[in-house]
């Protein structure tokens, strides 16, 4: 607001602006959260003279690539066919009608480093647009096709087999840096969804390797710089093979998916460090990214304060460690934490990422100590840091509720709590979901992308929800009737499913559009909009198309209602031919195609007092995508408190003398004898789970 930059919104007065004065327009995507765009903003957009340019030759649109990712993701895909590059800031200039014809990342105020000064780019292509037009409408029909054929995966492209399972676990293992654990090179990017399905291929098959891949991994990302030592959560990735510099920011969506992964862990391993490190992201996201009054997540928290800095609000030079701890606390603190006198940051080599290098015992073996003390000491100076911190300037936070991030947060809450036996998790995690239901759930109109803004004074754009909001959303629902028991929530799975079904799928052939395929608003449909896309790739959120998929697999498992089951296998074949290619790309398809592969194995548990209590958490104990348990009180159970499935197969369930809690297993609709005892009920499970893929 601030910027001379005469700004637009995205809308239909700047298109009809550039049409009445036949200007090109230029279109920046950035976020809150990037570094670059706020750079590119002060070098650039701050300009005088950039603004005269601008303001003189162009129709300047900004958007929010968080706010708005359906503008994005085709303007991403522009660029990158032009330039071969794509992120953020994206700059990309249109024509009057939003069609794109050229476009980069970042410009430069000055000529460096090979790339023109953003002057010259912007005073080349406005006079490229005024004398060489007919080059560039002829540009930019050929970059909208690139666009219309990114993603757009018309008809089946082959049969479905579970043998993609097998195909996207052996390329992840194939990627696997067994030294530094993660997959491929630098940058390095967690892959939640590839974790995952690592480790429910490890319990259902025991496959060594695939364990050491993920074992690894897990332990490695949580030592590193990627994890914020002191407070808990992950950074964004890591810049460097090690996991030790990160990119500083921290989005929730990230944390919601690796807090999923280390509860996995917890389950598949019974490690207890993969349990603290759950703990850590849930302790971070409650301080920094959640609204405790209302419920809700936020969206993100900036790498930095200022443009001078960078990550130097979470980064320690020697003397400021030493100006916190004791003598002793400062011995222990800097060999655990691998803090010298030159550390790690370009802009200020004496600046340290925190890293684990050294165990408690390793540190103990130097010092002539015993691992309590150190571990005392340890503790000690982790307060006294983390207190100091605080003390900083803090960078910003991002206090934007958008629905289907957070309907991924309260997955991951549910999850946790189940797991891990969390009620504080519970109770904010069904909080935050009731409040999504009540803001931005409008039966007869669908759901909204955004029910809240960071700054208050800025009105509430309805931006209506995309793809991804009502899969996240329809699935947090099913998460939190399994926690619950309560049939409103189903209810709200089952109208939030629907209605995606109705807006979003494609009726010719198959799989889903990420935008309504019949908008109300013309808006929709402004620049390139029209360009529809099925999006199966990771991004790093999971992919809409395979999210919905497991959606609907989820719903029939509790419906019998076989349409569910044929929208999904419909979606599952527009990527079948193709989705081994993806390889960790397309790992939320392979763990779709678990869903849709396995038979849906349900636990009721029908009883009250601690005999229900230990038969839910022999029901939780083992990792599985296609298991579900539910715990009902005897009043509960009866078949108009039930979806249709559990209404035919569960009640009434026979007492078994002297016992509160009974529990069955079904699997594929077909229920086992009951049992009563949870070593009854762990292998009758485990024999389910068992059973050869479809």
Request: one cysteine or more.
């Amino acid at each position: 607001m601030h910027q001379p930059i005469r700004w637009h919104e995205w809308g239909e007065e700047a298109f009809a602006a550039a049409k009445r004065d036949n200007k090109p327009m230029l279109l920046d995507i950035g976020a809150v959260w990037c570094h670059w765009c706020h750079v590119m903003d002060r070098e650039s957009y701050d300009d005088p003279e950039v603004a005269q340019i601008v303001n003189e030759n162009f129709i300047a649109l900004k958007v929010d690539r968080d706010e708005r990712p359906d503008i994005d993701s085709r303007y991403q895909a522009a660029v990158s066919a032009i330039s071969g590059q794509g992120g953020w800031p994206l700059t990309a200039f249109l024509t009057p009608d939003g069609k794109p014809f050229y476009g980069g990342t970042y410009f430069p105020p000055e000529d460096q480093g090979g790339r023109p000064s953003f002057k010259r780019v912007l005073t080349s292509i406005a006079n490229a647009y005024r004398e060489k037009h007919a080059d560039v409408t002829e540009q930019a029909k050929m970059v909208e096709q690139t666009i219309s054929h990114a993603e757009s995966f018309t008809g089946r492209s082959g049969r479905f087999s579970p043998r993609v399972i097998e195909a996207i676990v052996k390329s992840a293992v194939g990627m696997f840096d067994a030294k530094n654990g993660g997959f491929g090179q630098a940058p390095k990017f967690p892959h939640p969804a590839a974790l995952d399905l690592l480790m429910e291929h490890y319990a259902r098959t025991g496959d060594e390797q695939v364990k050491t891949a993920f074992v690894t991994t897990l332990e490695r990302m949580a030592k590193g710089g990627v994890y914020d030592q002191l407070a808990g959560g992950f950074h964004r990735y890591s810049v460097d093979e090690r996991w030790v510099v990160p990119h500083f920011e921290k989005m929730c969506y990230d944390n919601s998916e690796l807090l999923k992964n280390y509860v996995h862990g917890y389950q598949v391993t019974g490690t207890e460090f993969f349990a603290d490190v759950a703990r850590g992201i849930i302790r971070w996201m409650d301080e920094w990214l959640s609204d405790r009054e209302r419920g809700g997540f936020y969206a993100s928290q900036d790498a930095d304060y200022s443009m001078e800095d960078d990550g130097d609000f979470f980064t320690w030079t020697l003397s400021e460690t030493t100006a916190v701890l004791t003598k002793e606390e400062g011995a222990v603190a800097r060999l655990y934490y691998d803090i010298n006198e030159i550390g790690h940051m370009h802009h200020n080599p004496a600046k340290n990422v925190l890293s684990v290098r050294a165990s408690v015992e390793e540190i103990a073996g130097r010092l002539k100590a015993s691992p309590e003390t150190v571990r005392e000491r340890l503790e000690s100076a982790k307060k006294k840091m983390y207190a100091a911190r605080l003390e900083r300037p803090t960078p910003y936070v991002d206090k934007t509720v958008y629905v289907g991030w957070n309907s991924l947060c309260v997955s991951a809450y549910l999850e946790a709590a189940k797991v891990l036996r969390l009620q504080y998790a519970r109770h904010f995690g069904l909080r935050s979901l009731d409040r999504i239901l009540g803001e931005a759930w409008r039966p007869g109109q669908g759901l909204l992308h955004v029910i809240a803004y960071s700054d208050p004074k800025v009105a509430r754009r309805e931006v209506r929800g995309l793809l991804d909001d009502y899969a996240f959303s329809a699935i947090a629902c099913l998460d939190a009737y399994e926690a619950t028991a309560a049939l409103s929530y189903f209810k709200f799975a089952k109208s939030i499913t629907d209605d995606m079904v109705e807006k979003f799928l494609d009726p010719l052939s198959g799989g889903f559009f990420d935008t309504e395929v019949a908008p109300s608003d013309s808006s929709q449909a402004l620049g390139v909009l029209s360009a529809q896309r099925k999006p199966f790739q990771d991004s790093p959120t999971p992919a809409g198309n395979s999210m919905a998929a497991i959606a609907l697999l989820r719903m029939h498992a509790y419906t019998n209602d076989e349409s569910y089951r044929d929208k999904a296998e419909q979606t599952m074949e527009v990527f079948a031919g193709m989705a081994e290619q993806h390889g960790i790309f397309g790992a939320t398809y392979g763990i779709a195609s678990v869903y849709f592969s396995q038979p849906h194995t349900q636990v009721v548990i029908v009883g009250s007092g601690e005999d229900a209590e230990r038969m839910l958490a022999a029901a939780a104990a083992g990792f599985a995508f296609n298991k579900t348990a539910l715990k009902l009180t005897p009043n509960e159970a009866v078949a108009q408190n039930l979806p249709p499935a559990l209404a035919v197969t569960i009640p009434p369930l026979p007492a078994i003398q002297g016992k509160t809690a009974t529990a069955v297993v079904c699997s594929g609709f077909r229920c086992q004898p009951p049992v009563s005892e949870p070593e009854q009920l762990t292998r009758t499970l485990r024999d389910a789970l068992t059973r050869p893929a479809a």
